[in-house]
Every structure is written in C-alpha cells, then in structure tokens.
C-alpha cells in the first residue's frame, strides 16, 4: 500500500509528521493492506481555528473511498479522517471478506435414523 502525504502552502508539516500520518494510516488499514494500492492525504488549512483532512483510499478494482474531517489541529484532522476512512471501508468491503461462503445446515441431505 502506496501513501501520499499532501499539503497545501499554509500547512507546515515536519518529515516526522509526515511519517506520522503515514503511519497511523498504515495501522488504520492494516486489515485491508493487500487490498488497498494507494492511500492520499491532503492537508490543509481552512482558517486559523479550521484544518482539514481529506482522504482518498483506492481499492484494487473497485472505486475509491474519500472521507474528510474538520478539526482544530492538523493531528486531529488526519486521526479523524484516518478513523472515518477504516470505518468506511470496513462497512462496504469487510462485509464480502467476512462471507464464509458455506452452505446453510438446511440443505444438508438428513438421513433417516431408524
């Protein structure tokens, strides 16, 4: 799993932050690592009291899932987003990895015990 980390020109991020959000993304998605080819985060900076993060996940052949989250800080934007995005690719892919695709007890043939 690729991740891209973005800004714009009024938020200041430090490498260490950078590899920071890379890794709460990376440990947000663990489940889905085989799944998931690349990850964006784009940062940026609303108002002084408005950051936002914006995160796009792009699972192999299906359509991409974005979320975005407000937050006063740039850490809180991008642990909320990151919280947002596991919640909702659980929801829409977790459901079809979780199918355990046995047949149901009622169409097992019941042999007459007598």
């Known amino acids: 799993m ?52 914006v995160m796009e996940a792009r699972p192999a052949g299906k359509q991409p899932v974005a979320v975005t989250h407000h937050a006063a800080s740039v850490g809180e934007a991008y642990s909320g987003a990151a919280h947002k995005l596991k919640t909702v690719i659980e929801s829409r892919y977790g459901r079809a990895k979780d199918h355990k695709g046995a047949e149901s007890i009622r169409h097992l043939d019941v042999a007459d015990e007598a």
């Open 2 to 53: 690729q991740i891209q980390v973005h800004t714009d020109k009024n938020v200041k991020v430090s490498d260490g932050m950078v590899q920071h959000v890379e890794d709460q993304v990376e440990t947000a998605l663990s489940h889905f690592r085989d799944q998931i080819t690349r990850v964006e985060v784009h940062l940026s900076d609303e108002s002084d009291v408005d950051k936002r993060c």
